[in-house]
């Protein structure tokens, strides 16, 4: 027997459950596979997913996927923490395949985080592996440990930004980056989308 279904299944009994009752008696097992899936990020090989499609060419326009949605797991409370992510950059000689950006996001997500590292961790990555002139990662997130439970604000959201390079040294450049981002802009919520007003992050666990 998997020594994490035990932990679940004792998990259960400190809660006060029986986990050997018809609806939890597969629950450790199911729990398990969630949170293998949920943390498959620590498994996944980032130059694996990113040097397979790196492509020289000669372009030094900004490079925008935005509006790609990610689930991650707050590492305070193991809650869900969960938005949208918008990534730039302004290539100096290389390129990354498109469908390789939603890949770094997915990889560094699935993982146990805090909102303000994964967005870094993004952007470094980016930066590390193309060498660009510039990279920039604007991450919105509705934070279960805040609606749920804690000060149980259900409509605020955080913004985390990290701007590296040409973004940072350049207003021009960064503003017409978060226009582009800002435009049509809404974020998930556990009721649909808002366009609440932001709230801050990395409070202390409570």
């Not at 991450?139 to 390079?165: D, I, P, Y």
């Not at 960064?174 to 609440?196: D, I, N, Q």
Request: glycine share 6%.
């Amino acid at each position: 027997m998997s020594t994490m279904q035990d932990l679940i299944r004792r998990l259960l009994a400190e809660l006060g459950e029986d986990p050997t009752r018809e609806g939890l008696v597969d629950t450790p097992k199911r729990v398990e596979k969630a949170l293998a899936f949920l943390t498959s990020g620590y498994r996944a090989d980032v130059a694996t997913v990113l040097n397979g499609a790196l492509f020289t060419v000669d372009y030094s326009e900004m490079v925008i996927v935005k509006d790609i949605d990610f689930y991650s797991l707050c590492e305070h409370h193991l809650l869900p923490f969960f938005g949208r992510c918008h990534v730039a950059y302004v290539p100096r000689r290389q390129v990354v395949g498109l469908s390789k950006v939603p890949r770094l996001v997915e990889v560094f997500s699935r993982r146990l985080q805090i909102q303000e590292r994964l967005t870094n961790q993004i952007a470094e990555t980016l930066r590390d592996t193309i060498d660009p002139l510039g990279v920039a990662v604007v991450m919105e997130a509705t934070h279960l440990c805040m609606s749920m439970r804690g000060v149980e604000k259900q409509n605020s959201f955080a913004v985390t930004s990290a701007m590296l390079g040409a973004f940072r040294e350049n207003a021009q450049t960064r503003m017409e980056f978060l226009e582009l981002v800002k435009h049509g802009r809404t974020v998930p919520t556990e009721s649909g989308t808002t366009s609440a007003e932001s709230s801050c992050v990395g409070l202390p666990a409570r």
